[in-house]
């Protein structure tokens, strides 16, 4: 699950306060959100859990920043050239969203006059996992600069160097019109506005998504906006800001952000330690002890656990790397799979069974299928289930079951006002993902 969408700081993931954020129809307008298609069904449930509407583009394959920032301009155009974006990140972590609103308001007129403006925030200490930007001289509007440089990041040294001339974290929040965004594209980075523009143009529209032409967006270089615009442009503006804000770009640094015990341990979930300092524990679905430990990362799921040092934490893109490499399944698939209707949690696993945990979301329902090589039984938990078999339909309660005979056609659906929860048992000489042959779909797979 991409850590935007998991609830690491409470009750709502960092991609919901970020929604939240910019949200105030005081300030802003109606949210647009970009996405790659494998994340669809979580974005639109998250989304609605706030009760909140939001377009939502979907990005048929990734191409980096610069063309989903050209992409989500291109779209916003469509209705106004000149429309003032804000662009901010899933996984920025703020949380004075006053102060964010305020800055916000601040850089929309230098935006609209023409500037690409950056969210510059003070630094609080060396930190060697952001970019830095050098503010220069006033762009006319109070507080906006221009930028005079922007650096990459850089090693302990060079961050403390940065901190005493007065440099910036690049927070890679911005504000631009439309207009001028798709315009400095045009002319550095031609290709990706064209690409731009021809997906949002042969874009259709699939239940609550806005699917960006395939073909057309797969001709967009792969590139960062900073590199593509923000590094070569003469409008490039800046806001220096001095609130807490953190991209979480590692344990360590969300660590560093959580409410933190007398010993400096950050814990979450079922956990104990005993003479634990500077620990970091978060668990879920499973009982996690630390003993005698220090400036230590653990997490445990019930699929994988990963112990490394607080320092070390960002190295765990390289892990994942040498998992694949591997062939572990675990790198890229979690015991719980989101889908449109709601989730689904392996249990257990055998050679002729599988068994799941499944959660229907009210007024739900799964395709109209059948299986060739296995056989389910559904045992309801919570709720009420309404069961298709051939040409029969029935409800089933809450400690009813259904049977399912190999090669029935069948589907599952919740017709109540609470979540459905069934455990479903597999048996049968298959019980792969791939043995469904979907025969009527309201979500168009």
Not at 30 to 46: C, K, M, P, W, Y
Not at 192 to 199: E, G, K
Not at 210 to 231: M, N
Not at 365 to 375: D, I, T
Request: charged letters at 20%; glycine letters at 6%; aromatic letters at 6%.
């Amino acid at each position: 699950m991409p850590k935007q969408f998991i609830n690491l700081l409470g009750e709502r993931s960092t991609f919901q306060t970020a929604v939240e954020r910019v949200t105030d129809p005081a300030v802003f307008g109606r949210l647009t959100v970009i996405a790659h298609h494998d994340s669809r069904f979580v974005v639109a449930e998250q989304v609605a859990a706030l009760g909140i509407t939001a377009d939502i583009l979907l990005e048929p394959e990734r191409r980096d920043s610069a063309a989903a920032v050209a992409a989500a301009a291109a779209h916003l155009a469509q209705k106004d050239p000149d429309a003032v974006i804000v662009m901010v990140a899933a996984d920025h972590v703020i949380p004075d969203v006053a102060a964010f609103r305020q800055a916000c308001e601040h850089a929309a007129p230098a935006a609209r006059d023409g500037a690409i403006m950056t969210l510059g925030f003070v630094p609080t200490h060396p930190a060697t996992g952001y970019g830095y930007i050098l503010p220069g001289e006033p762009l006319g509007h109070p507080e906006a600069r221009r930028v005079t440089r922007f650096v990459e990041k850089p090693d302990t040294a060079t961050a403390e160097r940065y901190l005493a001339e007065g440099y910036l974290w690049n927070s890679g929040c911005l504000c631009f019109r439309a207009s001028v965004m798709l315009g400095e594209l045009a002319q550095f980075q031609p290709e990706i506005v064209q690409a731009a523009r021809s997906a949002v143009q042969g874009a259709t529209r699939d239940l609550d998504f806005v699917r960006l032409d395939a073909r057309a967006y797969a001709q967009a270089p792969r590139t960062s906006i900073d590199y593509a615009v923000l590094e070569r442009t003469q409008r490039a503006g800046v806001l220096p800001v001095s609130f807490s804000w953190s991209d979480v770009g590692s344990w360590d640094a969300l660590w560093d952000i959580m409410a933190r015990d007398a010993s400096g341990n950050a814990l979450s979930g079922d956990v104990e330690v005993l003479d634990a300092r500077n620990t970091l524990v978060h668990a879920q679905g499973i009982l996690t002890a630390v003993v005698g430990v220090e400036d230590l990362v653990v997490v445990a799921q019930p699929d994988a656990v990963l112990v490394t040092t607080r320092a070390n934490s960002g190295n765990v893109k390289d892990l994942v790397a040498q998992l694949r490499a591997h062939h572990r399944a675990e790198a890229d698939q979690h015991l719980r799979a989101y889908r449109p209707w709601g989730w689904y949690q392996r249990i257990d696993i055998g050679g002729r069974f599988q068994v799941k945990r499944i959660m229907v979301l009210p007024g739900r329902r799964l395709s109209l299928q059948k299986h060739h090589h296995r056989a389910e039984h559904w045992v309801v938990v919570h709720g009420t289930a309404e069961v298709t078999v051939e040409d029969r339909t029935w409800l089933v309660h809450e400690n009813e079951a259904a049977y399912l005979p190999i090669g029935c056609v069948h589907r599952l659906a919740n017709p109540g006002r609470i979540p459905l929860e069934l455990i479903e048992v597999q048996v049968g000489s298959y019980t792969g993902e791939d043995d469904i042959v979907r025969i009527e779909d309201i979500y168009g797979r």
